[in-house]
Nanobody, 120 residues
Framework: QVQLVESGGGLVQAGGSLRLSCAAS????????MGWYRQAPGKQRELVAT???????NYEDSVKGRFTISRDNAKNTVYLQMNSLKAEDTAVYYC??????????????WGQGTQVTVSS
C-alpha cells in the first residue's frame, strides 16, 4: 500500500503565500506523476497542477504565473508553492499520485486533503 501525506495548508491573507507538501510512502517502485487538485465548497474537484517523473508540468489557467509545482524524486515528495493568493483559491487541496508498486501496474492514490483559506 501507498500513503500520501499532505502538509502546509492554513489561513493566509490575500496576496500572501503558502507552500504545500505531499510525501508518498509505502511500497513504491516508481511514481509516474504527482499533482494537486482542489475542491471548493459546492464545487467539483478540479486540477491545479501536475508534474511528471521527467519534470513536465501542467497548470490550470487561473494559477499560471502564481503557483509553482516541483518534485523531489529522491524523497517521493511534491510541493506546491502558491504566491499571490486570492480568495477564490480557498479550497481543500488534495495530492494525487500515479504509483507503481511493480513495473506492470499503476495505481492512483489520493491524500487526505489540506485546507487552504485565503481571507480577502
Amino acid at each position: 500500500q501507498v500513503q500520501l501525506v499532505e502538509s502546509g495548508g492554513g489561513l493566509v491573507q490575500a496576496g500572501g503565500s503558502l507552500r504545500l507538501s505531499c510525501a508518498a510512502s509505502g511500497r513504491i517502485f516508481s511514481i509516474d506523476y504527482m499533482g494537486w487538485y482542489r475542491q471548493a465548497p459546492g464545487k467539483q474537484r478540479e486540477l491545479v497542477a501536475t508534474i511528471a517523473s521527467g519534470g513536465t508540468t501542467n497548470y490550470e489557467d487561473s494559477v499560471k504565473g502564481r503557483f509553482t509545482i516541483s518534485r523531489d524524486n529522491a524523497k517521493n515528495t511534491v510541493y506546491l508553492q502558491m504566491n499571490s493568493l486570492k480568495a477564490e483559491d480557498t479550497a481543500v487541496y488534495y495530492c494525487k499520485a500515479g504509483v507503481r508498486s511493480n513495473p506492470q501496474i499503476q495505481y492512483t492514490y489520493w491524500g487526505q486533503g489540506t485546507q487552504v483559506t485565503v481571507s480577502s
